[in-house]
């Protein structure tokens, strides 16, 4: 293989890899927005699910305490029956930590005005409540209680129970639990161990909040980014398009807080170093499901939102959307660069309406980028007219959507060799290789398949800008699809070879292509090796990137043409490698992990063997 090392043929953007979040396989509410209370705000169209009422509990709405939440519960105490109160399973249980602080906060009154008291006790999964605090409420206006709770005990599967001690009544609403320790300590906040996960990526774009999320089952349940803004208890539970009870018969207690909206969203991107990209409703439902479409004469709140999207980001404080973000804690605008509009829509309405979003934002906000959608275009021909419609249309990226086997992945390591240059950029928006014979595992034969894939994106960064792997969390004990990025339970999470593939990635992406050649082709499946090169400006390394996905080692010999130094000074190697192609990694054990190790230099040239079904990542200071 020979690397030139003089002249850089593109520039690979900072956006390149990064992550894709999607309220999915419990990913939002459940996983990484740490409320541990499910149903907190009595809103879904059962108002008891996730809890167990026990004695005289109902549920109300007069006088409630939230206009958009407006269910409360009444739990009366008669003096004749034992006790009265509820108890909370949270999502597949609460995960309590011994030792760990959890804040409980709840709205309440006693409609009597008669000072009532509260138990609040953590339980065990065998109903063994060793610790239990007291709330004391008073006088018939709704007031905030909060007391701090530290688990005696670890337990997956715990619960939370509130009971009414003293003889009356009590009205309760937005009932919360959450660790004290979140992502960077807010209230409201991030489940601490997730969000770093995501962090550790070092991505450069974090693209929200869907997904088929952002179209809903129905036009009704698409996601509104407006109702996901504002005070936390205020913002109405939304069904979430996962919830399948619109035409399968699963997941029917799938709702969206909320509480993970896009002000969250946001500071999340911040929090992580990635550019924000909000995908907005193109006024059409999911295409699975209703298929519902917004008339174009009726389209202009769609379009408005997206514009008022962008004034919530971007906006001074005195505007009216900047204001609701600076009263939310953040004067300073967020910087958005760029808006998706629309998700796998591929119809001609969806062209239609594209159009008039674009124009609409280009004409208000000139330098934010526009983003269409090609939907999976790896389906085949039935999309190819959608390339050049986007052309026409003048949308800067392109969102290309390809779930595959992981021999697709292998094949088409060149597919952007070909791609039109002068047409809108590439934004890899969903991608997983899926391998069937295994049960869609994320193993490492489909992570290496993604890695040989990805030497692809890289060569060709001047076409493609953006990549991100989908879906990107599910909880063990309840989830719609696989594979994912990051699979968790309610204390522990595991990172899969895949993630590592992307974090590889992510840590050195370099900032400029080199060629890297093999007998004057780019590498890419020849002897089952791929591989690509950049050039890490700021550092002046170079980093190789080495696929093997042959069941043997392979010597390589590089030579680096245009060395200035005339001989590398140091290296290292960052691995993942493995004797069995299904291996994977469990919340028990992580045994494929990346590993580290010094590089023999050898001047002008670097003679490697790389290992059978490896991935590595040479960063070499020349
Ligand atoms: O990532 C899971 C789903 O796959 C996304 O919601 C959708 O865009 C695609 O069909």
């Known amino acids: 293989m020979t690397v030139d090392v003089s002249k850089p043929t593109a520039e690979i953007q900072p956006t390149m890899y990064g992550i894709f979040f999607e309220d999915i396989n419990f990913g939002a509410d459940g996983g990484l927005y740490a409320e541990l209370v499910k149903n907190r705000s009595f809103e879904f169209p059962q108002p008891f699910v996730g809890w167990v009422p026990f004695g005289n509990v109902s549920v109300q709405s007069e006088k409630p305490c939230f206009e958009r939440n407006p269910h409360y519960v009444r739990v009366v105490n008669d003096g004749r029956l034992l006790r009265a109160g509820l108890d909370n399973e949270g999502f597949t249980g609460i995960g309590l930590k011994e030792g760990e602080e959890y804040r409980f906060s709840v709205y309440?009154?006693?409609?009597?005005?008669?000072?009532?008291?509260?138990?609040?006790?953590?339980?065990?999964?065998?109903?063994?409540?060793?610790?239990?605090?007291?709330?004391?409420?008073?006088?018939?206006?709704?007031?905030?209680?909060?007391?701090?709770?530290?688990?005696?005990?670890?337990?997956?599967?715990?619960?939370?129970?509130?009971v009414l001690e003293t003889k009356g009544t009590v009205d309760m609403d937005h009932i919360s639990l959450f660790p004290v320790k979140t992502w960077k300590g807010r209230e409201n906040g991030l489940r601490a161990d997730l969000a770093q996960a995501l962090y550790d990526l070092n991505p450069g774009v974090l693209r929200f909040p869907g997904g088929c999320i952002i179209e809903g089952n129905s036009l009704a349940t698409r996601y509104q980014w407006k109702k996901s803004v504002g005070p936390v208890e205020n913002r109405p539970l939304n069904e979430n398009r996962w919830n399948y009870t619109f035409k399968h018969k699963a997941f029917p207690?799938?709702?969206?807080?909320?509480?993970?909206?896009?002000?969250?969203?946001?500071?999340?991107?911040?929090?992580?170093?990635?550019?924000?990209?909000?995908?907005?409703?193109?006024?059409l439902s999911c295409q699975y499901e209703s298929n519902e479409v917004v008339p174009l004469d009726e389209l202009d709140p769609y379009v408005q939102d997206a514009l008022d999207l962008i004034e919530f980001a971007n906006g001074d404080v005195n505007s009216t959307w900047g204001k609701v973000r600076a009263e939310m804690g953040h004067p300073a605008p967020f910087n958005l660069k760029m808006i998706a509009v629309g998700n796998e829509q591929w119809d001609k309405v969806y062209v239609e309406r594209l159009e008039v979003f674009t124009k609409a934002?280009?004409?208000?906000?000139?330098?934010?980028?526009?983003?269409?959608?090609?939907?999976?275009?790896?389906?085949?021909?039935?999309?190819?007219?959608?390339?050049?419609?986007?052309?026409?249309?003048?949308?800067?990226?392109?969102?290309?959507?390809?779930?595959?086997?992981?021999?697709?992945?292998?094949?088409?390591?060149?597919?952007?060799?070909?791609?039109?240059?002068?047409g809108p950029k590439v934004f890899a928006g969903e991608y997983a290789a899926h391998d069937y014979p295994t049960g869609k595992a994320n193993n490492l034969y489909a992570a290496l398949s993604e890695a040989a894939f990805m030497t692809g994106l890289e060569r060709n960064a001047d076409v493609v800008h953006l990549a991100t792997y989908a879906p990107l969390f599910a909880h063990v004990d309840a989830w719609q699809w696989n594979p994912d990025l990051i699979w968790f339970d309610n204390l522990r999470m595991m990172r899969t070879p895949n993630y590592y593939v992307q974090q590889m990635y992510g840590m050195n992406a370099g900032t400029d292509v080199l060629r890297l050649q093999m007998n004057g082709e780019p590498v890419a499946g020849q002897d089952s090796l791929y591989a690509t090169a950049a050039l890490d400006a700021p550092t002046g390394e170079v980093i190789l990137k080495l696929v093997n996905v042959g069941s043997k080692p392979a010597d390589v010999k590089i030579n680096f043409n245009g060395l200035k130094k005339h001989r590398i000074v140091s290296g290292t190697c960052t691995y993942l490698q493995n004797d069995d192609w299904k291996a994977v990694n469990t919340l028990e054990q992580e045994k494929l992990v990346p590993r580290v190790r010094p590089v023999q230099v050898e001047g002008q040239s670097l003679e490697l063997q790389l290992p059978e079904r490896s991935f590595g990542v040479y960063r070499l200071q020349m």
């Open 108 to 162: 309440a009154r006693t409609p009597d005005a008669a000072p009532m008291k509260l138990s609040v006790e953590l339980v065990r999964k065998d109903g063994s409540n060793p610790l239990k605090k007291t709330v004391e409420v008073k006088g018939n206006e709704w007031q905030k209680q909060t007391v701090i709770l530290k688990s005696p005990f670890t337990d997956a599967h715990a619960r939370l129970r509130i």
């Open 253 to 283: 207690d799938y709702f969206q807080s909320l509480g993970l909206g896009f002000y969250e969203y946001f500071l999340l991107s911040e929090d992580i170093g990635a550019e924000p990209l909000p995908v907005v409703s193109c006024g």
């Open 361 to 422: 934002i280009r004409g208000k906000y000139p330098d934010i980028k526009v983003i269409g959608s090609s939907g999976p275009s790896a389906s085949g021909d039935k999309f190819d007219y959608l390339w050049p419609e986007m052309k026409r249309v003048g949308v800067d990226l392109v969102d290309e959507h390809y779930y595959m086997k992981p021999e697709w992945f292998l094949e088409n390591a060149k597919r952007y060799d070909s791609y039109d240059r002068k």
